[in-house]
């Protein structure tokens, strides 16, 4: 038994900027997501940075094929969430969400949105959505992205403290690489499987390994392929970004019947449907594929 998942960025409702109102983009954004559900298998697609008349387009476009659109719409203060979820309720149930925003010194924080889910055969994951703040207002290695990250952290040991085996996967548009102090750090997620197999308490992150490009540079091609999530044009030594990730807890390592497979969690490269991020035409960022499985 397999179940797979994605996140997508789909710069469709940027914050602190006006909605796309090209038709275009979201007939592209819709049939992405179809794709992932069909070709990809599917069965959970969190979509970030989008809109609430967006979500009532695509519900109207799946729900004749059994498919649930749940948006996750709202604000706390100044602090906005627009994501939906988009799920197989054959499935997925989806049994609770909930989002967390802190407070330190005065200051409000989005830390993550929260989406528990039961799968077929009954076993609970929670899914923490993040979309930590973007380079451009908040600093790389800054004080806010560290108290972030350590909020989110308090709120994965809540989980540990009561059930070591607790399913978690963190997943989203993090701003940050999987290097960066927020995240191997503060958030505790390692590259090393066997150490996060030895404790429970640390996370496991697959996403390294998309810091460089699988291909090698060759005299006989001379070509070598990009790895990354996100394209940062204005960038002089390394335009690719791994800002985009799913981390997942130590469950899926050993300490419970369901695995993460770590062949078929990697980056959806929109290129080969036509969508290319260096032209920015919609998109700035390509979507993130996980995948977990029980034997049976």
Avoid: C
Avoid at 197 to 212: A, E, G, H, M
């Amino acid at each position: 038994m397999e179940v797979k998942f994605a996140w997508w960025n789909t710069r469709l409702a940027p914050p602190n900027s006006p909605a796309s109102s090209d038709p275009a983009h979201f007939l592209t954004i819709a049939t992405l997501t179809e794709y992932m559900l069909s070709a990809e298998g599917a069965k959970i697609v969190f979509l970030g940075e989008i809109n609430e008349a967006f979500v009532s387009k695509l519900d109207e476009r799946l729900s004749p094929y059994g498919i649930g659109v749940l948006a996750i719409e709202g604000r706390d203060g100044r602090l906005a969430f627009n994501m939906a979820v988009i799920y197989d309720p054959r499935e997925v149930a989806i049994t609770a969400t909930t989002y967390l925003v802190d407070h330190i010194a005065g200051d409000r924080n989005k830390i993550h949105y929260q989406v528990t889910v039961a799968l077929r055969d009954g076993t609970p994951v929670s899914f923490f959505l993040v979309h930590w703040p973007s380079r451009v207002y908040q600093v790389e290695e800054g004080a806010k992205r560290s108290d972030v990250a350590q909020a989110l952290r308090r709120k994965i040991d809540q989980f540990l403290e009561v059930d070591r085996r607790a399913n978690l996967i963190v997943l989203g548009d993090f701003n940050d690489e999987p290097y960066d102090r927020s995240i191997s750090h503060y958030l505790m997620a390692s590259r090393d499987a066997s150490r996060v197999r030895s404790d429970y308490r640390l996370l496991y992150n697959p996403f390294w390994k998309n810091l460089v490009s699988g291909s090698l540079y060759s005299s006989e091609t001379q070509e070598t392929n990009h790895s990354g999530t996100y394209y940062h044009r204005g960038d002089t030594v390394h335009k690719w970004r791994v800002f985009d990730q799913i981390i997942f807890s130590a469950s899926f390592l050993g300490e419970s019947s369901w695995h993460l497979n770590e062949a078929e969690t990697r980056i959806l490269d929109l290129r080969e449907m036509g969508a290319s991020l260096v032209k920015r035409q919609y998109f700035d960022h390509y979507p993130v594929l996980g995948a977990i499985e029980r034997h049976l």
